[in-house]
C-alpha cells in the first residue's frame, strides 16, 4: 500500500493515549506553566467543562507574555484563541494537514460528544511515521553539510 493512503487511512486512535493536561480559563499562567513542566509537556489546554476553549504553549509564554508581565494573569489572556480540534477517528493525513494550515504543533483530541481526551503533538505524528514506516525512514541516507573554509559570521 502506497504511504499517502496509508495516512489516509490510519486513525489517530492507532497513536493509543494521548497525553491530556488542562487548567482551566480563571487559572493563571503561573498555574498553567506548573502544569507544562510538571507533565513535562510543551502545551496545556484550557477547559471549560471538559471541553477545550483555549491553548496555551511555551511559545505563547515566551512572545505574548513578556519578561515585564506578571505571571498572574488569567491563562484567558495568553492563550490562542480559535481552538482546532480532532477526534481520534480523524486520520493522521487530516491531522498533519490541519497542523500545516493553522501553522500549530499541538491539537487537541476530542471524542465524540466534543470532550477533551488528549493532545496531538508534531513529535509523536513523528514517532507514528517511524513506526508506520521504519525501512523507509531508518534508511535514509545521511545529510552532509559542505564544510566551510571561512568563519561565519565576524
Known amino acids: 500500500m502506497e504511504p499517502l493512503q496509508i495516512l489516509r487511512e490510519e486513525p489517530i486512535s492507532r497513536l493509543g493515549e494521548l497525553p491530556l493536561s488542562t487548567v482551566s480559563p480563571e487559572q493563571t499562567m503561573r498555574d498553567a506553566v506548573a502544569v507544562m513542566r510538571d507533565a513535562r509537556r510543551g502545551c496545556v489546554l484550557i477547559c471549560r467543562y471538559k471541553m477545550p476553549v483555549g ?14 508581565q506578571s505571571l498572574d494573569v488569567p491563562v484567558s489572556a495568553v492563550s490562542t484563541g480559535e481552538v482546532w480540534a480532532v477526534k481520534r477517528s480523524d486520520s ?27 493532545i496531538l503533538s508534531v513529535r509523536r505524528i513523528v514517532r507514528a511515521l517511524v513506526e508506520l514506516f521504519p525501512t523507509a525512514i531508518y534508511n535514509l541516507p545521511p545529510v552532509t553539510l559542505p564544510i566551510r573554509k571561512e568563519r561565519e559570521g565576524a
Open 55 to 68: 491553548v496555551v504553549t511555551e511559545r505563547d509564554v515566551l512572545k505574548r507574555l513578556g519578561a515585564s
Open 92 to 118: 493522521l493525513a487530516h491531522a498533519i494537514s490541519m497542523m500545516t494550515s493553522h501553522q500549530c504543533r499541538h491539537l487537541p483530541v476530542v471524542g465524540e460528544r466534543g470532550e477533551a481526551v488528549g
